[in-house]
């Protein structure tokens, strides 16, 4: 078991540019999620989905993110203009979701800096 | 709203001796939240150390335990010796709400051993 894959794991781009982060949950988990860190807000959920369906965007900045999942084995979270209060490690999890323990296994990361 | 605080944000222990890492938390749910312990180790991703779902219960790994306390709604983290290996960032963490899908961190303590 590979565990979550985060693409890429560094990412720089300039001010006003579009980021696209990618991620593959572990094969079988229902759930994903998307958490953002930083070291003022600490971690901050985003988004979450099950079975692929959007169930909880509460944490989502209302302009410029959005989040997808078009299939069980993947999730991509774009970045519309970035600026440099986006910069941060973009986390994201996933879980066997009927567990009722609920436990989420993270990814290593993608480091997204915008200059 | 849900929120999880953990009040010191480093810990400086000497090896063999004891530690506890503070953890409160705070839920406007009427069903009993989900709790976790999730540590990150130097160069490495955030995983789960331990979790607990029932109130009154304990949770342990790797030498750690901790207790769920409804009364004081509380989750510390204590050890009875630590190690060098110990030393990590650890997250205490909430898991609460009808969906009971997206988790609450704390600010996180990093716990430094000194040999």
């Known amino acids: 078991n590979a565990g979550v894959i985060q693409t890429p794991r560094h990412k720089v781009t300039g001010k006003g540019q579009e980021a696209t982060l990618w991620c593959e949950p572990i094969s079988g988990h229902s759930a994903v999620f998307w958490y953002r860190q930083t070291i003022v807000q600490g971690l901050e959920f985003l988004t979450y989905?099950?079975?692929?369906?959007?169930?909880?965007d509460s944490g989502m900045p209302k302009e410029r993110f959005s989040a997808q999942m078009p299939n069980q084995s993947h999730s991509t979270l774009k970045i519309q203009s970035t600026q440099p209060q986006d910069s941060a490690v973009y986390l994201c999890a996933s879980s066997l979701d009927r567990d009722r323990g609920r436990e989420q296994y993270f990814g290593p990361g993608t480091r997204l800096t915008v200059l | 709203g849900d929120s999880v605080t953990q009040t010191e944000g480093q810990v400086t222990v000497s090896e063999s001796k004891s530690l506890i890492i503070n953890c409160t938390y705070s839920t406007t749910s009427i069903a009993y939240p989900n709790l976790f312990w999730y540590v990150r180790y130097p160069g490495e991703g955030l995983q789960l150390l331990l979790k607990?779902?029932?109130?009154?219960q304990k949770g342990s790994s790797r030498g750690f335990e901790a207790t769920y306390n409804k009364e004081t709604t509380s989750f510390h983290l204590q050890k009875a010796s630590v190690q060098e290996s110990d030393s990590a960032v650890y997250y205490c963490?909430?898991?609460?709400?009808?969906?009971?899908?997206?988790?609450?961190f704390g600010a996180g303590t990093q716990l430094i051993v000194i040999p």
């Open positions: 963490a909430l898991g609460a709400g009808s969906a009971l899908g997206r988790l609450h």
């Open positions: 989905f099950r079975n692929q369906a959007p169930i909880d």
């Open positions: 607990v779902i029932t109130a009154g």
